[in-house]
């Protein structure tokens, strides 16, 4: 297999670049055939200009465009789920049934059909009218948006075909996708359908494109640069940071979605009252897709006694049955040691794991740690440290108090749980916890692990930071999620029929509400 | 007068600082009276932590307690309106009327007082329910917010009473105001008004508080602590990007408005059919409070000709008839000078002004440039430095195309404006540039100049960058200001006695609209 084209200005074609590189398999470590190029600056630089280009032709599109070109790319990808879906599983050993097929397949052709439903329905645009100054106003799109998509879903938040990418499309950007390194294949075949969907749709050329990799320094550079409007990221740390200030300093919106470990804190009541339950729901929450999702529950808060041995106990026995999952590829693997080892430093130690079970793939033991409130309290970072991936951090507090000066201490989360008895007997301390935790954490859970994140309207797959940039914003979540690619725009005194039709007298939006002199209203002006 | 005391965690105190500054009456360049502290780290420190001690007690009140205390503070300036407006002429030489007295200060309270309604209404909140998962979702306080007022506007943006200030305490946080250095003791009798009305109100000490000024380095590593939720800036480029980067790099959210040109396009039958009343507009915008607006026209794109060159001339004769008012300060006399000078490096001239008038004040002639579409595309940047005051520079292009190749190489700015021949004549241009414009400007506006920023719902007082830091949010308008202040505050399987009233089943805020499932309504659920 030669080297992969990339999808630039329409077209499949050679990269410029001269280096390449190449993935494995996971599940056994060996190197998969074919290559895929880095993209040199001349080349990125071309794909913001056809980007730049296909911006400013959309523009004049009805938003029904952008609904048919999902619809479309909806379509496309179900006639290929079967050869996606193996793409991602040798690329990523994330199993074929049910969660790659069943799954994920599932929600992301259904993420690409709620988006062009939104693009449809223009909710996310919230038009607002004040008659008595004829002042008018609306989101609008941003123009080109670079998404960087994670290695841990490669299709629900793939860069060409996930929640991002559905989100700036549906309010319509052009997207340039950057590929996840570690899923290239699954992402070129995701790329093939939405290059023959847009082709369908007439849309212009620029305006899906897909580059696989960029050194770091152009990274930085394409989502400063000036034709672009924003960027999304989901990934790790370090990488989405420095992204962060090289946009920061161009000026361009980026919405990160980061790091995130997902305090979980169970209350003494509810631990006595429904303990085996706690244990089954916790373990199978930390442990499901190896543990591999951003709201992954990687730290426990319990207050000492009988009941939080008993928890621990049990918690450690069923990571000790349960097999060791496959992880996403050699580097999660690794930041998943060095994670444990640096948690360690804090005093924290291990109840069970932390050692090689399977060297033929990639694999850790599921691991569970053990801390102290007092420890916590003494390194509240240390202790904040991600270990991505099948393992979690129990940390025993003497008292409630202890357990709140913990929840002050929380960095930004996407999630903030808290299990508490039924009938009210925790009532005193969640709200204590809860006042704490609401600062700190994008959603707010009761009695349920921070795994699975509804693609609901009310979602929010976000948080303070650093779990992402701003805690305005929500990647997961339609119409919301739309409002991240768009500028406002207001026009005063513009002439009647050069408004756009969201702002006109009549509405002729079916089921469009604005708001118009303060309230909430699908009726049109005057009537 | 011995130094003035700043107001930290509910008391007025000395400053713990020893450096001090004074202030000058810009209208006959006299030092006035009354020494003002620079503040040290140490006391910076000390506001954040009453600032976050005072945040973590409001989390709790009705949202009512804010609106009471706007309230209550709109009417405590009402006692004091004559003094406030004397200082506030005396510190920045605009006029006491109508500008001060009946313009910016009946604004002022009017504004606290829309705050105070959108506080009480919640539409802010944007309150999200979807039912079907049970989860829900709304805008809420997103932590103490730094203000940082600009010069011109001593009131109606003044860190201590204006819009940002109103915003960010009708969206439930504690302000800390960093007073302008030019009119520190309009800012004290401000405070001293607020500080009131919290105390009758029975806010929290640290929920409002004053300092004047701080080192460079102190004011960026306060808008970068951890308890800080957001910095609401407008000011100068320079300082407000100073301070930008190291907010961005502490991960907070820091809201800028910074310089604007504020493009005006008078297309070619425009101005044959109404050249009189253009030039008037344009010079009553232009030199109105001597030009020292946000939104001032600085920037004027003709189409060459014989009507062009008589709207140069009349506009040119009417700068000279003109006096020339007083500016706010020495500083802005030498940054005026200073644009001029800069802009005639691109090869501008200099059609009329562009000396002094009276040393006496500080002032500067009504200066007009002139340039050609040619030179500006030679350099663009070059033509866009703003020389903020009264002065504008005027671009004559020789084509449509260059008019609108010129709209293709603007920078972000807040307004951008259109005037066209009333029946249509100029329509084909008109539809070309605006879709240019349109990228550039948050406010689009036809045949009106952009100075006068109605607090309108709709209002956009926002645009991509360098205008502001992020093209989605305004500074002006409620309830939108709010949305700035804000976090996404996500509910997951929350007991129903825990949801904030907002969220709860039954809808009890009279006229609140929630998006439920899919619609806005302001009804319970389940009816």
């Known amino acids: 297999m030669s080297v992969q084209p990339v999808h630039i200005n329409g077209e499949w074609r050679p990269s410029t670049g001269s280096k390449t590189f190449t993935r494995i398999n996971p599940a056994n470590r060996e190197v998969l055939s074919g290559e895929f190029p880095v993209s040199p600056w001349e080349e990125i630089d071309e794909v913001l200009e056809a980007a730049h280009t296909a911006f400013k032709e959309v523009r004049d599109f009805a938003p029904e465009r952008f609904a048919d070109f999902l619809e479309a790319y909806a379509a496309e990808i179900e006639t290929r789920i079967d ?31 709620q988006a062009a439903q939104a693009a449809r329905n ?57 590929g996840h390194s570690a899923h290239p294949r699954t992402t070129q075949l995701l790329a093939e359908s939405a290059a023959h969907a847009a082709e369908t749709t007439k849309m212009p050329k620029g305006f899906v494109q897909l580059i696989y990799r960029t050194s770091h320094e152009d990274g930085a550079r394409l989502v400063a640069d000036k034709r672009l409007g924003a960027t999304g990221y989901t990934g790790a740390r370090h990488a989405g940071l420095f992204l962060k200030e090289a946009a920061d300093k161009g000026g361009n919106p980026i919405y990160l979605e980061l790091s995130s470990i997902n305090p979980v804190f169970i209350l003494p009541n509810a631990l006595s009252e429904r303990l085996d339950d706690l244990v089954e729901e916790f373990v199978g929450s930390c442990l499901m897709g190896t543990g591999q999702f951003c709201t992954n529950p990687g730290l426990v808060v319990l207050r000492a006694g009988d009941h939080a041995e008993q928890f621990i106990s049990a918690v450690a026995k069923k990571f000790e049955e349960a097999p060791a999952g496959t992880l996403l590829g050699e580097g999660v693997e ?42 916590f309290l003494n390194d509240p970072n240390g202790h904040q440290e991600e270990a991505f991936g099948n393992s979690s951090l129990l940390v025993v507090c003497d008292s409630d108090d202890e ?70 914003f929500t990647a997961v979540g339609i119409p ?24 006109r007298d009549e509405n002729t939006i079916d089921g469009l509400s604005r708001f118009v002199d303060g309230e909430w209203t699908d009726r049109s002006l005057g009537q």
């Open 403 to 472: 357990m709140i000066a913990v929840a002050e201490q929380l960095e930004g989360n996407l999630t903030g749980c808290i299990y508490s008895e039924t009938n009210g007997a925790d009532d005193a301390l969640y709200d204590q916890l809860a006042g704490e935790l609401r600062r700190y954490v994008g959603r707010l859970l009761n009695d349920k692990m921070p795994t699975g994140v509804a693609v609901s309207p009310a979602m929010n797959h976000g948080g303070p930071y650093p779990a992402t940039g701003h805690p305005g």
């Open 334 to 375: 690794q930041s998943l040691r060095a994670g444990i080892v640096a948690i360690q430093r804090t005093g924290a130690h291990i109840v069970t794991g932390n050692k090689p079970v399977d060297e033929s793939r990639c694999c850790f033991a599921n691991t569970l740690l053990r801390s102290t409130g007092k420890q």
């Open 83 to 113: 050869d996606i879906v193996a793409a991602a599983n040798e690329e990523t050993a994330l199993p074929v049934s049910p969660r790659l097929k069943d799954g994920e397949m599932v929600r992301t052709i259904d993420q690409l059909r």
């Open 122 to 178: 223009r909710s996310w645009t919230l038009p607002t009218i004040d008659t008595k100054t004829n002042i008018r106003s609306m989101l609008g799109p941003i123009g080109p948006v670079a998404v960087f998509g994670p290695n841990n879903f490669p299709l629900a938040f793939n860069s060409i075909a996930g929640g991002d990418f559905a989100a700036a499309v549906a309010s319509g950007n052009p997207v340039i996708a950057k």
């Open 480 to 503: 919301a999620s739309l409002r991240r690619f768009a500028m406002l725009e207001c026009y005063d005194n513009v002439r009647p029929h050069r408004l756009p039709p969201e702002l």
